[in-house]
């Protein structure tokens, strides 16, 4: 299944990169990845499958967008002013989610939202540590990323 | 004024500028992975400029020049963040 | 401005904050007083700007399309790679003895897990969990 | 024909690709390098023969005209130049199957030894200045991983000062070559022969003139560029010792005598008097630091220093003749040279040692490869009749015709004491008992043919070439009157 | 003649056989070539003695510099070649006795024959530069000969005293040889005969006078060149009879002679020649009898003997020039047969010193009378022909101008020489037999015979002396350059026989005073005062010493001074010659700057200082980078994207390599440096700046007119097929250079991994790297790796039309392997890539270098680009570029690969 | 610009030179570099410099129009570029295997090692 949609994937970023949509392109696009999927499929997909959530991803995009869009300008009100007011601290958020992948696009998530960083995920893949600007509690950070993102992340895979 | 005239202008500046505080980040540090953010940073303010300059030179071909250093740039903060940690051992 | 059309002012909007954008990821750069902070700070504001910038850029050259696609594919990849080199870089900055966590730092509830010898990483079990969540910030 | 001009880079070339192919099949590669040297040899002497008969051959890579694209051209000088290559790759790499070590020969010896050839060959035959710098590049490439190959700690310590002193050299050269573009808008060296006349800022043509002479120069170890040779030359292994001092300083002094027969040929009259100030003091400093050293190879390697400066010399005269003692002096020199370098090792592997203070013994125990070493050793010396006395007699000659009795009596005092460094190493390593009575004895047999076997082949070609020196002395001739007038060359290139 | 001259050479290599084969019979076997020589010479006595006849042969040796093999025998040479080739056969019979045993004793006759063969090439060469080429010949022969008793120092230092002199003279003389020939346009000798007058009216007659002078003077032991003479008496004694007393010391009075008819007859001629031999003919003679050692007393006999021959050349009359040939002749009888005995005495009874010997008449009667007649023949005392040699020499110097100061000078010397012959002949045999450390036998037939023979025919010579005048007669002619009127011998009561008397007598006084009068004299010690042997030595030792300093400072500068020099030699040239040359006009106009370029161009400067004063290495780096990244900035800007993409991709791989190698190196001490050495660098470094900065200011002040551009733009697509004209220009217009260019790379990645898999020698083992993988990093490589290993290829691809090409391509492809290296671990990547990264190297230059061949079947040139007519589907037109293009993709690949994953592997060695 | 130019090239060869007149050999390594850098940006400039046109024919163009930038000082800064490269990646691993045998940095001990 993901090696498939990975071969789509690659036909389709080919294709864009070449910029001619035309299917003799495209399907050059569709064997050149193939081949590539096929030489590295060992390294690539060790194990896991994929599920393909078309409406969810959409969805899910914009949510992430308009979360980014809001934190950027509280940085950025931050970063303008010239009195510091953060309350930064690295906290531990204990997972719900079990893929790697899963696990990725969370922390990528979190990261990429302004104030907070993914530091990094224990060894048994149970806790991801975040440093964030903003922790006025530890209980209730916790919570919000557990409700925002990871529920939506679990959304998307289920 | 034309757009490019703006970019050129206006942009191009505002970039020019970020490029000085990040550039006062690599010469100050203190630490390595200051540095390395600080030159992340400007890998990306670099982006920006080329894509820009693509408006203001007319030439697309500035874009293909952009992703290599966004393919390459990824590479070499994840090398320089590797390397600090072997550092420890 | 009155000399741009509709599209070429869209664009020069779009630049404009993805430029506002990356000139406040290079003050936060140069602000924030830790390195948790700058990278908060940089990692974000330049994916923003870089992503307006190139929506501005992609609308002046709307009508080229392989030109569209690339610059899509530079922001999509922005967007895969910048939080993995954030990721990368703050761990490593955070194993790194030299970095300083801000004076303002009140909670690290990853120092106590991290074992720099053996550089292992544990999660943080129910107890600890229950302990940290007593935790509040002193008022300074 | 076409093919033939190209052939000299593309069969080293080609060796040194099919010895990547063979990695780790040490055999195969050395099969295939004798194979390989062997033909460029070969291909020197037909385009020897095909430019002694016919003129100036050039052909344009790509078909793409001169000037715009790259062109290869043989003349005389660059068809010898070649020839001695391959002759020299031969007989070193026949030397190396029994001298260097399997380890080295496991990381690339082999395929190394041929992309320093394939650069040589390629500095001679390019008639292109910045190809010049990409072949110079890649002989510089290979001779610094073959200096450094092994990682021993004289190694290392020798490589860096090479590596450093060639790179500062590239870079002279590299903007030299921005300039002359800027200048001339053009890169072929024949027609730069043409349009660097048109220049109107002589300045600039001048300070090219020196960048030229500074970049080559260090190259080709002159004064006061030359210390960087000294301070490496005796740490690598004998084999790669011998094949740089045949062949590295030489591409230095080729590409001198190229620019400036051929481009800086108005430039001449003001740099004359430093090259000529420079070529004295390089032979003195050479003779000097050879008399004050005790170690074989560092006795040797000074004296590459000195000869150099009779090659300067001859180009600082800038006679027909002179030129043809600089020809006649190099590759004399190389024979000689690379010999006395060969048997260093030899003697090493007898003696367990360079220091003279420590050799000794070897004309009693191998009186064979006491007569070896003296014939190139009286040849360096110029005892007539060998190769070394018909250099000197035409430089000296070229000299006095024109009335430079200064830089010609230095030259002769100079000759005086590579004679008193040549008796001290046959004094040292040959006559004087060995001082380790503990060392057994060790057939010369034990050395192997494939050590004694180019020695042999060198000794013998340093004596023909001074017996039988007319067809060598008739043909530097040839050659320097061919350089002295370079519009032939200009012509072949530019006819099309 | 040739072939005569030839012969001996030809014989050398068969002698170490013949001493294989007959041991110590060698020595008569091998006598048989020189009486065969000396068979050959004495049958053209007849001819050439009679008819005046000159026997010339010339072969064409090297004729582009106008030397050929020519050979004359006239009179002067075929008296020099009789005395080579007779006293040659002698010596060679006594070599063999003498040396008797000897395991080298094939060596020996060797080098003996070498010499005999060159110093007759010498006598008979009709070129000068051939007789040059014989005259070193000589040189080398001696030098083997004088240094054959190898192991011992004294005989190495010798040796090398001999050469280093005679061959310093004998450059002197080459450069006068060759002056000589620039003036006359010949070098053949006997075409200068009749130039003599423009040569001696030109400006370099002087010149060339002294140069060769100077040669023959040092080859002749003449004052002040003859201290290595005696020094010479290290070899053993058959070398010393023939080389140094017989023969080559005399080839510098040969070639005086030769040259006579050309140089000769002016004042300077006179001067210089007379004085030196007179010199010479008084000090070698004094110091003689102030020796003890037997062969030191004949050097020195030797040394004033040759004075005597010089003096008399010098004088140049007739007269003077006979009595020159005749006391040659005279002289090398004698003397070789005095070497001989003293050869044999010293053989026989291990001791050599005068004082410890006595009586041995009775022991060696044989020996005794080989002594006794060449000493009578030195002593001038009739009917030897020494006596005559005595009498010509006094004929000579009353008729000359100057005539008593020469010939009391001739006198003087002559009146040592009987001494000396008295000290050599009769001293040792005469009186009580003294013990000696050797029981003292009479010696082998091989060893007396020499001396006998020669003693005999120096009494046959002197009773029927008018059977040398012919050949004299032609000597001297040859010599005087004219005819000379018939020549006489005979007793005659005249003044000369009364000089002779006196020498004779004075002679006698002196031998008998011998004893008492040394010590009286010693305080005044000549030799030690004069000291020429310690001028000498201490001469070398002070060219030596400032080696000595030179070899220390170079050994012990830092490599960093050196640099320096580099640097200042640059812009001291550079920057004269920009501040002469006024030409230079610069005239550029300042122009618009615009705010972004300013910044950019502020913030490389101000990165490229921050590497100057980084504290930490990888500061510097990462300021390092700085630079880079904002001279591909520049690229960009003004329109070279090709270049900005390389630079870019470069620049993070070079700080790849940086931080791979430098961060796990531990911390190294920093070097404080003097204030001012920093200053004085950075003056220098300053400099360096200015004067590029002023080059480009007045490169740029002329317009460009590229030869070459206009044709790319027009050619590129037209010609090439291709967009990107620079793309066109590496793969096809200049496709040579890329393909030294990937070449530079491939041996770069070689050396890179041979650097890291051998250390001092031996190989190191691979370490597996365990790094400290990311999971979440490991999750994003999976995606990112095809992504961009297609990216790779995408650029490849329309490289020929757009920016990209093979290069940027393969770096790409580098970079997700590097990647997915640093994820998981270099093991994997490897695992990932399947091929060996060095086969992929070879694989790219394989297809590089093919990619070219396919115009040479059809009658191309290399390279020549050959297309395939119709588009493929996403390849486009498809030719040879593109395929080189993969080369050079796949060699980048390989090449980053191998360096990376190499150190990677080694980084947990370190 | 071109004066601009000129003078940061004059700086970038200034403090090239300045580097590798240092003992350590690190920062001899760095000093290389920085020359490599300046002298590519010499050949740039002195190949003078054309604004944004770079040396590429537009879709359906034959021929390249004026203006552009001269793409043959490009094509050899880029085959120099890469040979430098090349030559600097041998050069920092020969430092550091010069570095682990002899133990240190400073030029000035390595090189006077006789
Ligand atoms: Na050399
Ligand atoms: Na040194």
Known sequence: MRPLLLNLFLGLIWTALTGEFTSVNFGIGLAGGYILIFIFQGALFPNGSYHKKVFQVVYFFLYFFWELLLSNLRVAHEVLTPKFSMKPGIVGIPLDLKSDLEITILANLITLTPGTLSLDVSDDKKTLYVHSMYVTDVDSFRASIKNGFEKRVQELFQ | MTLAAWVLYVILPLLSLALLFASYRVLKGPTIADRVVAVDLITTIGIAIIVCFAIVSKHTLFIDVAMVVALTGFLGTIAFAHYIEQQKG | MLELNLRDTLSFISLLIGAVFIVIAGLGLYRMPDLFMRMSMTTKASTMGIGFIVIGVAIHFYADRPVVTKLIAIAIFILLTAPVSAHMLGRAGYRDALTKLWSGTWVDELHDQYNRRQHTLDSMDEAELAIANQKKPELT | ?????????????????????????????????????????????????????????????????????????????????????????????????????????????????????????????????????????????????????????????????????????????????????????????????????????????????????????????????????????????????????????????????????????????????????????????????????????????????SQIGYMLMGLALFTPLALAGTIYFLLHNILAKTNLFLISGVAQHLLGSYELKKMGGLYKSYPILGVLFLIPAFSLAGIPPLSGFWGKLLLVRAGLEIEQYLLVGVSLFVSIWTTYSMLKLWSEAFLKDSPQTDRPAQGLRQVGITLLLPIMILSLLTVLMGILAEPVVALTQRTASQLMNPSDYIQAVLKG | MALIILLGFIVIPLIPLLHRWLGNQIGWVVSLLPFGLTLYFASYLGQISRTDKVLMATYEWVPSLGVNLSFRMDGLSLIFALTISGIGTLVFLYAGGYLKGDPNLGKFYVYLTFFMASMLGLVLANDILLLFVFWELTSIASYLLISYYHSEEASREAGKTALIVTGSGGLAMLAGLILLSIVTQTSTISDMFGQADAIQAHHLYIAILVLISLGAFAKSAQFPFHFWLPEAMEAPAPVSAFLHSATMVKAGIYLLARLHPILGGTAEWHWLITSIGGITMLVGGYLAWQQTDLKRILAYTTVSALGIITFLLGIGTKETIKAALLFFIVHAMYKAALFMVGGAIDHETGTRDIRGLGGLRSVMPITALGAALPALSMAGIPPLLGFFGKEVIYEGTQHADWAGLLTFAALLGNLFN???????????????????????????????????????????????????????????????????????????????????????????????????????????????????????????????????????????????????????????????????????????????????????????????????????????????????????????????????????????????????????????????????????????????????????????????????????????????????????????????????????????????????????????????????????????????????????????????????????????????????????????????????????????????VASGLFSIPNNKTYMTSMWYDRNLPALGHVGTPFFFDVGVYLVVLGVMLLIIFNLAEQEETA | MEVLLAIVIGVLYATGVYMILRRSLVKLILGLVLLGHATNLFIFTVGRLTHAAPPIMAEGEKVLLPPYSDPLPQALILTAIVIGFGVQAFAIVLLKRAYQTVKTDDFDTITVAH
């Not at chain 4, 090479?162 to 800027?182: D, E």
């Not at chain 5, 007793?491 to 002779?500: F, Q, R």
Request: charged content about 10%.
């Open chain 5, 418 to 848: 009987v001494t000396a012959a008295g000290m050599v002949a009769i001293r040792p045999f005469w009186g009580e037999l003294k013990a000696t450390p050797h029981h003292a036998h009479e010696a082998p037939w091989m060893m007396w015979l020499g001396a006998v023979v020669l003693g005999i025919v120096s009494l046959g010579l002197g009773m029927v002396a008018s059977a040398v005048l012919p050949l004299l007669q032609q000597g001297v002619e040859a010599v005087y350059g004219h005819e000379v009127g018939e020549l006489h011998l005979g007793y005659a009561i005249n003044l000369s026989l009364l000089l002779s008397l006196i020498t004779l007598t004075g002679g006698i006084i002196l031998y008998y005073g011998l004893e008492k009068l040394r010590p009286l004299v010693a305080p005044y010690d000549l030799g030690k005062r004069l000291g020429v042997a310690k001028g000498y030595h201490a001469l070398m030792n002070g060219i030596l010493k400032v080696a000595n300093w030179e070899g220390r400072l170079i050994r012990h500068t830092h490599m960093r001074y050196y640099l320096l020099v580099i640097m200042g030699t640059l812009v001291i040239t550079m920057g004269y010659v920009l501040i002469s040359q006024a030409r230079l006009g610069i005239d550029v106009k300042i122009g618009e700057i615009r705010f972004y370029e300013g910044v950019l161009a502020l913030i490389i400067m101000i990165a490229a200082v921050a590497v100057t004063v980084a504290q930490s290495r990888l500061a510097a780096v990462t300021a390092l980078g700085v630079v880079g990244f904002g001279v591909a900035i520049i690229f960009v800007l003004f329109g070279a994207p090709d270049l900005a993409m390389t630079q870019f991709a470069i620049e993070v791989l070079s700080v790849i390599l940086f931080v791979l190698v430098l961060y796990r190196l531990p911390k190294f001490r920093t070097w404080k440096q003097r204030p001012s050495t920093t200053i004085r660098d950075a003056i220098f470094a300053g400099g360096v700046g200015l004067v590029m900065t002023v080059i480009v200011l007045a490169v740029i002040s002329a317009p460009l007119n590229s030869r070459l551009t206009p044709y790319f733009a027009q050619a590129s697509y037209v010609e090439a097929q291709g967009r990107n004209v620079v793309n066109v220009i590496l793969v096809d217009f200049r496709g040579f250079d890329t393909m030294g260019e990937i070449t530079v790379l491939a041996i770069a990645a070689i050396g890179v991994f041979g650097l890291l898999r051998l250390h001092e020698g031996k190989p190191l083992q691979r370490k597996i790297y365990r790094g400290f993988p990311s999971m979440i990093l490991q999750t994003a490589i999976r995606y990112l790796v095809p992504i961009l290993l297609l990216f790779s290829i995408f650029l490849l691809l329309r490289g020929h039309q757009e920016p990209g090409g093979g290069f940027v391509g393969g770096l790409v492809a580098a970079a997700a392997f590097a990647l997915y290296g640093i994820a998981y671990d270099v093991a994997a990547a490897r695992q990932a890539l399947r091929v060996r990264p060095i086969l992929v190297i070879a694989s790219g230059l394989a297809l590089a």
């Open chain 4, 1 to 305: 024909m076409n093919t033939l001009l190209v052939l000299p880079i593309l069969v080293p070339f080609i060796t040194a690709i099919l010895c990547l192919f063979a990695w780790g099949h040490v055999v195969l590669q050395r099969w295939l390098s004798v194979t390989g040297t062997a033909s460029l040899l070969v291909v020197g002497l037909m385009l020897l023969h095909t430019v002694n008969r016919e003129g100036i051959q050039a052909i344009q890579i790509g078909s793409w005209a001169a000037p715009f694209g790259i062109t290869v051209v043989v003349d005389l000088f660059s068809a010898i130049m070649v020839s001695i290559t391959g002759l020299m790759g031969l007989l070193v790499v026949v030397y190396s199957l029994g001298s260097i070590d399997f380890e080295r020969q496991r990381f690339g010896y082999y395929p190394l030894f041929c992309t320093l050839l394939m650069g040589v060959s390629g500095a001679f035959i390019t008639g292109d200045l910045f190809n010049l710098y990409v072949w110079f590049e890649v002989l510089l490439i290979s001779s610094f991983v073959l200096m450094a190959l092994g990682g021993e700690r004289r190694q290392l310590a020798g490589a860096i000062q090479y590596v450093v002193m060639n790179l500062i050299s590239s870079s002279i050269f590299l903007a030299a070559l921005g300039i002359v573009y800027s200048v001339t808008g053009t890169l072929n060296m024949a027609d730069l022969a043409l349009q660097i006349q048109q220049v109107q800022q002589p300045g600039i043509v001048t300070i090219l003139a020196i960048m030229f002479l500074v970049a080559f120069g260090i190259k080709a170890a002159i004064f006061p560029l030359f210390f960087w040779l000294p301070a490496s030359y005796d740490t690598p292994p004998i084999a790669v010792t011998a094949i740089f001092a045949a062949l590295l300083t030489k591409v230095g002094v080729y590409a001198l005598v190229r620019v400036f027969t051929l481009i800086f040929v108005q430039e001449m009259d003001g740099l004359r008097e430093v090259m000529l100030a420079s070529a004295a003091l390089t032979m003195l400093v050479g003779v000097f630091g050879a008399a004050s050293e005790y170690e074989f190879r560092r006795v040797l390697s000074f004296h590459i220093v």
